[in-house]
């Protein structure tokens, strides 16, 4: 296979992959992508959350809906507890749990989005990104492979 296949299929790919994933919530696929902001986790600022669908357990981060009981989006927070009514959550800058202070309903698996398995900051994010496109800029004029 000559340069040009090899830069085309990769780039097919990785277009596929990140439009896969950015697809996943709207298609109904059991992982997808959500931001979160505010500190947490020892992280300040927007962060990038990857989630798949799977049971939590105690100490795992999960995302849920909550009909604005806590915000207008869906909160990003961790599982304090587990009872028979669901999981307790908290979030890592709160020195309470969700559920005595405002009274929001357990995390179930009627409400709950996923489980987050990997996060990074936007900024990471971005720049990755960044690095990315120039050195797919810098091979491909390297290898005279650019179509414009």
């Not at 439009?19 to 996943?24: D, F, V, Y």
């Not at 981060?61 to 990003?76: K, S």
């Not at 961790?78 to 309903?105: C, L």
């Amino acid at each position: 296979m000559d340069d040009r296949r090899i830069y085309a299929v990769g780039l097919l790919a990785s277009l596929l992959a990140a439009a896969w994933i950015l697809a996943g919530p709207v298609l109904g696929l059991p992982f997808g992508i959500v931001a979160s902001d505010g500190p947490s986790m020892g992280d300040d600022g927007m962060m990038v959350n990857v989630w798949v669908d799977s049971e939590p357990e105690v100490g795992d981060v999960v995302i849920f809906e909550q009909d604005g009981q806590l915000t207008d989006d869906r909160p990003v927070h961790r599982v304090a507890d587990e009872t028979g009514s669901g999981y307790v959550t908290q979030g890592d800058a709160n020195p309470y749990t969700d559920q005595e202070v405002t009274g929001v309903d357990y995390v179930t698996d009627e409400n709950r989005v996923g489980v987050v398995v990997a996060r990074t900051p936007v900024s990471t994010l971005t720049l990755g990104l960044f690095f990315t496109i120039i050195g797919i800029s810098l091979y491909s004029k390297e290898k005279e492979l650019y179509y414009f």
